[in-house]
């Protein structure tokens, strides 16, 4: 069965600072990997996705993710966090031939001014 | 181009009372969802529509749930009777046609806010 796991369920940056939020996923086939962010009482919105190809995915609002099959990673960066950055991110995976989006519990970013 | 529209945003009822939500996706858009989103949780698929073709409701709890495309477009997700474990996020999403495999962008709804008393 497939599964992600976010580490860590809230995260606090400073403005400025790389902001790092970490998934692994769980899948017996290759993947689709996604991630999306919710502001407060919006609807999810999708930042990047990973389906093949190249490993570095970029996304809107200056955030990319890498997927690494060896680790079974695809963990989510900014080089500088923002105050807009602030939101709710959730990691989501797709086997290859299925429909079912399957979500992590989601990471909660603060940024500190 | 609108995106997703649910409506109520914010619903508060008693336990034991009916609810229903709607959903009118993106034009053109055959594929329909419904999902759960606990409080701390991400998204958990109820039901997935393809037109008018309820294709997945594995997840729908079918004692109390139930849910309608009747034309292909808009959406009704009921609860009756709703109860206290029912308060939650409902979201709906929209994606194009997936029958033929691979992968549509999935577009969400703001959701709407459920609070049984």
């Known amino acids: 069965a497939q599964s992600v796991t976010q580490l860590g369920s809230h995260v606090s940056v400073s403005e400025g600072a790389l902001v790092l939020l970490r998934c692994n996923y769980s899948?017996?086939?290759?993947?689709?990997l996604f991630w999306y962010v919710q502001y407060p009482n919006q609807g999810l919105q999708l930042l990047l996705k990973?389906?093949?190809?190249?490993?570095l995915v970029k996304g809107i609002n200056g955030f990319e993710a890498e997927f690494k099959k060896s680790e079974t990673s695809f963990h989510l960066t900014k080089p500088s966090a923002h105050m807009s950055d602030a939101a709710e991110y959730f990691c989501?995976?797709?086997?290859?031939?299925?429909?079912?989006?399957?979500f992590g519990a989601g990471t909660r970013l603060f940024v500190k001014a | 181009e609108a995106g997703v529209v649910q409506s109520p945003r914010y619903k508060i009822i008693e336990k034991k009372q009916p609810v229903a939500f709607w959903c009118n996706p993106i034009?053109?858009?055959?594929?329909l969802y419904w999902y759960l989103q606990n409080l701390g949780q991400g998204p958990e698929l109820l039901i997935r529509y393809e037109n008018e073709e309820a294709v997945d409701d594995s997840q729908l709890p079918k004692d109390r749930f139930s849910a309608e495309r009747l034309k292909g477009v808009d959406s009704t997700l009921k609860i009756q009777p709703a109860e206290l474990g029912d308060s939650a996020v409902y979201l709906c999403a929209s994606s194009k046609d997936t029958r033929a495999g691979g992968y549509n962008e999935q577009f969400f709804g703001p959701g709407t806010r459920l609070t049984v008393l």
């Open positions: 990973y389906t093949t190809g190249a490993t």
């Open positions: 989501a995976v797709i086997h290859t031939g299925g429909f079912k989006t399957i």
């Open positions: 034009s053109g858009h055959n594929t």
């Open positions: 899948s017996s086939v290759p993947p689709y």
